[in-house]
C-alpha cells in the first residue's frame, strides 16, 4: 500500500540554519509527491511538488528531489528565516489520482532569531 | 480565483447541539476532501467526494457525523448532537481532474463544544 514515513520533530533551528526534513515513501506504481506547509491558525499550503524520479521541486528557497532510488523526497533550506516557523508534511498521491492523498504526520519547525 | 471558502471560521456550541460545516470548492474542481486536524490524532481523513458522489467514508468516526455535496459548488459536514470530543479544526480541500492530483485547502473552521 501506500504510506508517507516524516521525520520527527520538533525541529528547533536558529535563523540561517541549513535545514533538513526527511520524507521516505512506500507507494506501488509512480506517485507523485508534495510538500504541503501549515502556518499557525492557517491550513495546509501546497510548497512545492514532483511528478517523477529525479525531479526537483522548488518554492521559496525550499526544494526536494525525487529519489526513486531510496524512496525519498527530502526537504531542504539553505537558511531558514523566523517566518519559515510552521509545520510541514510529506504527501503522495497515487498514479491514477484515484484515492486521497497519503500524508506523513507533520514535522513542526520552530527557527529562533 | 478564490481558493477553498470554508464557514463559519470559528464555531463554540454547547453539546447536544447540530453544528454544520460548509465549503465551497475551487471552481472546475471536481473532487473534495473533508479532514479533521487535532493535536492527539494529527490530520485525518473523514470523507471524499468524486463527483459529488461519496467514495470513501471510512474515516467518519460515527453515525452522529454526516456529509452531502448537492451540486459541485457546495459541501457541508454536519455533526448531531455535537460532543466535546469533536472540538477540533476542520478543513477543506479541493483537488483538479488531472494530475499531479494536488488538493488545496480552505483556511479550516476551528470547532469547540462546551
Known amino acids: 500500500g501506500n504510506s508517507v514515513t516524516q521525520m520527527e520533530g520538533p525541529v528547533t533551528l536558529s535563523e540561517e540554519a541549513f535545514l533538513t526534513i526527511n520524507c521516505t515513501y512506500t507507494a506501488t506504481g509512480y506517485p507523485s509527491l508534495f510538500w504541503y506547509v501549515q502556518y499557525p491558525g492557517e491550513g495546509l499550503q501546497l510548497l512545492l511538488k514532483?511528478?517523477?524520479?529525479?525531479d526537483k521541486g522548488s518554492n521559496k528557497g525550499f526544494e526536494a528531489t525525487y529519489r526513486k532510488e531510496t524512496t525519498s523526497f527530502h526537504l531542504e533550506k539553505g537558511s531558514v528565516q523566523v517566518s519559515d516557523s510552521a509545520v510541514y508534511f510529506c504527501?503522495?498521491?497515487?498514479?491514477?489520482?484515484?484515492?486521497?492523498?497519503?500524508f506523513g504526520t507533520g514535522t513542526r519547525l520552530t527557527v529562533i532569531p | 480565483d478564490a481558493g477553498v471558502i470554508q464557514s463559519p471560521r470559528h464555531e463554540v456550541t454547547e453539546m447536544g447541539q447540530e453544528v454544520t460545516l460548509r465549503c465551497k470548492p475551487i471552481s472546475g474542481h471536481n473532487s473534495l476532501f473533508w479532514y479533521r486536524q487535532t493535536m492527539m490524532r494529527g490530520l485525518e481523513l473523514l470523507i471524499y467526494f468524486n463527483n459529488n458522489v461519496p467514495i470513501d467514508d471510512s474515516g467518519m468516526p460515527e453515525d452522529r457525523f454526516s456529509a452531502k455535496m448537492p451540486n459541485a459548488s457546495f459541501s457541508t459536514l454536519k455533526i448531531q448532537p455535537s460532543e466535546p470530543r469533536d472540538s477540533a479544526v476542520y478543513f477543506c480541500?479541493?483537488?483538479?481532474?488531472?494530475?499531479?492530483?494536488?488538493?488545496?485547502f480552505g483556511p479550516g473552521t476551528r470547532l469547540t463544544v462546551t
Open positions: 480541500a479541493s483537488r483538479g481532474t488531472s494530475g499531479p492530483y494536488e488538493q488545496y
Open positions: 514532483a511528478t517523477k524520479a529525479d
Open positions: 504527501a503522495l498521491s497515487d498514479q491514477t489520482g484515484a484515492n486521497n492523498l497519503f
